[in-house]
């Protein structure tokens, strides 16, 4: 009972300092390894070049998902429900990259479905698309037990899938939701009010940071953190040529 009641502990910490990392207050760590991590010694692995020979072998999704299979690579296919690959165009000109799967995502095994998905889906309706036309994925591909922060090691083991999904599209502009998907990508631990509201590259394609939906949801009473997101987006359409709608910044604020 003590031990369970420390993790929660530990995790409620964990989130707080997410959320105070999302706002731009840095100093404090964000990423340290879990209590499991901790108790069983384990050690995080330098993260690569890029995926492994054998996923760079598929030629299209479809065959990179198949070598994923059932996944059993790190301990968080002992508490998922399902592996959520990723959904969309597979020849988008975007990609929106988040962080993990939550519980309606793990339930139904298709990326942001739930409230902060809802939150995303207006985001691009309000640029114009549909969620259809782009592409839609996470760095972990399983759910964190709770929700919790990925560990080191869990992005490690996962992170191949997602570079050789962003190979594979070759998308104009990739648009990394929150602060795990951003330091993920550009290799660094910027605080993302610091990454956001100016282009960044991966691989040589132009990547946005912005704020995560879940992180909007969080804090739904400061809007400004909306116009942010909405800005930030006002730059990929112009980047990929698109009009930017009038109405739009009014839609994502719904």
Request: hydrophobic share 35%.
């Amino acid at each position: 009972m003590q031990r369970t009641t420390v993790r929660t502990m530990y995790a409620s910490v964990r989130e707080y300092l997410s959320e105070l990392a999302e706002s731009g207050v840095d100093g404090l760590p964000v990423e340290e390894q879990g209590l499991e991590e901790q108790g069983q010694g384990s050690r995080v692995k330098d993260q690569g070049d890029g995926a492994s020979p054998a996923l760079t072998a598929a030629r299209n999704l479809a065959e990179l998902r198949e070598l994923i299979g059932d996944c059993r690579r790190c301990g968080l296919s002992a508490s998922r429900t399902n592996l959520v690959f990723g959904e969309g165009n597979q020849q988008a000109r975007l990609v929106f990259v988040g962080e993990a799967p939550g519980a309606d995502e793990d339930r139904q095994g298709q990326p942001f479905v739930g409230e902060a998905g809802g939150i995303l889906t207006r985001l691009i309706e309000a640029m114009g698309l549909r969620r259809d036309q782009v592409y839609i994925c996470n760095v972990l591909k399983c759910r964190p037990p709770a929700n919790r922060n990925p560990h080191r090691d869990e992005i490690t083991t996962c992170a191949p899938f997602l570079q050789q999904q962003l190979q594979l599209i070759k998308p104009e502009v990739i648009v990394a939701l929150g602060t795990f998907a951003a330091q993920t990508l550009l290799e660094n631990k910027e605080a993302i009010s610091r990454l956001r509201g100016q282009f960044h590259t991966w691989h040589g394609i132009p990547l946005m940071p912005t704020f995560h939906p879940a992180f909007l949801l969080r804090n739904k009473e400061q809007k400004q953190h909306y116009w942010d997101v909405w800005h930030d987006m006002t730059l990929v359409l112009q980047k990929l040529g698109l009009p930017v709608p009038e109405k739009g910044r009014g839609k994502a604020t719904r």
